[in-house]
């Protein structure tokens, strides 16, 4: 089984600020890795699939790069909606995710 | 609008069996597989298996081949998620979840709103 490691756990941001999520993969997904935000008391939302593609109606602050065993998030600027935790997944070796990054106001 | 609307909230004792339901709408159900997720009290997602409307095909973790029983009606567009005899550790909430094209490994792009299961004696 693909394990999937997300750093760091917790990520302290101001509104405004940059946030970059890592994960890793124990071996190699190619890109098939997805990016899903959750906030309280609501099902996951895929931000991105592919590693790198927008799904429909994410805002182009949130970007996606990577292959093989490294994968990065990237939120460009925050917005206040945007405080969530965040969790990967790879869907190479079957399915299985990250352990999320929450994504806190610092 | 293509949805997932999933069945309501459960409390079950201990050793009951259970079984919780997902009903698509907006899409041709047999097309594609749907995926159940379980997410315990303050932790992550953990993928428990999937089924493929179509022709019942299905696929589990191996942490849960043998814990629990997906099944699917296409009659009536509506996936299951079975269990015999509940525990404790069944506690959580479970997610249906649609992939984002009509292929068996792929990112999840429609999620049903949640059923939480609570087992207590």
């Known amino acids: 089984e693909t394990v999937m490691t997300q750093s760091p756990a917790t990520l302290s941001v101001s509104p405004g600020e940059r946030a970059t999520l890592s994960c890793r993969a124990s071996q190699d997904v190619r890109s098939n890795v997805a990016w899903y935000q959750q906030k309280p008391g609501q099902a996951p939302r895929l931000l991105i699939s592919?590693?790198?593609t927008r799904a429909n109606g994410i805002p182009a602050r949130f970007s996606g790069v990577g292959s093989g065993t490294e994968f990065t998030l990237t939120i460009s600027s925050l917005q206040s909606d945007d405080f969530a935790v965040y969790y990967c997944?790879?869907?190479?070796?079957?399915?299985?995710f990250g352990g999320g990054t929450k994504v806190e106001i610092k | 609008e293509v949805q997932l609307v999933q069945s309501g909230a459960e409390v079950k004792k201990p050793g009951e069996s259970l079984k919780i339901s997902c009903k698509g709408s907006g899409y041709i159900f047999t097309n594609y597989w749907i995926g159940w997720v379980r997410q315990m009290p303050g932790k992550g997602l953990e993928w428990m298996g999937i089924i493929y409307a179509g022709d019942s095909d299905d696929r589990y973790s191996p942490s849960f081949q043998g814990q629990v029983t997906i099944s699917v009606d296409k009659s009536i567009n509506t996936a299951y998620l079975q269990w015999t005899s509940l525990t404790a550790s069944d506690s959580a909430m479970y997610y249906c979840?649609?992939?984002?094209?009509?292929?068996?490994?792929?990112?999840?792009?429609?999620w049903g709103q949640g059923t939480l299961v609570t087992v207590s004696s």
């Open positions: 979840a649609r992939p984002r094209v009509a292929a068996l490994r792929d990112a999840f792009d429609v």
């Open positions: 997944q790879q869907y190479h070796d079957w399915l299985t």
């Open positions: 592919g590693a790198s």
